[in-house]
């Protein structure tokens, strides 16, 4: 099990996103906005890249899974640049995503 922090505003999503880590055995806590890295109890990061910024993300002491549009070829490159672990669709996150997790996990 871990300590997943979802970074996902919209409340349809970040729901979908905490029941498939929460059935795949994680506890996870869903907040809108980057937190600071002070202090930060995560294991993993779990970010919407149209909503946050990929730079805020990369500053934290976690590995990080930032997903986008597949379309917004620009938000993908920022959280490419920005040095994110795992930057993939929304598509294939809403497919892998505790697949993906233990992957980083591990």
Do not use: N, Q, W
Request: hydrophobic letters at 45%; glycine letters at 4%.
């Amino acid at each position: 099990m871990a300590f997943v922090l979802a970074v996902v505003p919209d409340l349809m999503l970040s729901s979908k996103v905490s029941a498939m880590l929460t059935a795949a055995g994680h506890e996870v806590k869903t907040i809108s906005a980057a937190p600071e890295p002070e202090g930060f109890p995560y294991d993993l990061v779990v970010c919407d890249l149209e909503a946050t910024d990929p730079v805020e993300i990369s500053a934290l002491p976690a590995p990080a899974i930032g997903f986008y549009s597949h379309v917004d070829v620009e938000t993908r490159d920022r959280g490419r640049e920005a040095g994110l672990e795992l930057v993939i669709p929304r598509s294939r996150m809403a497919r892998e995503l505790p697949h993906l997790v233990a992957r980083l996990l591990s």
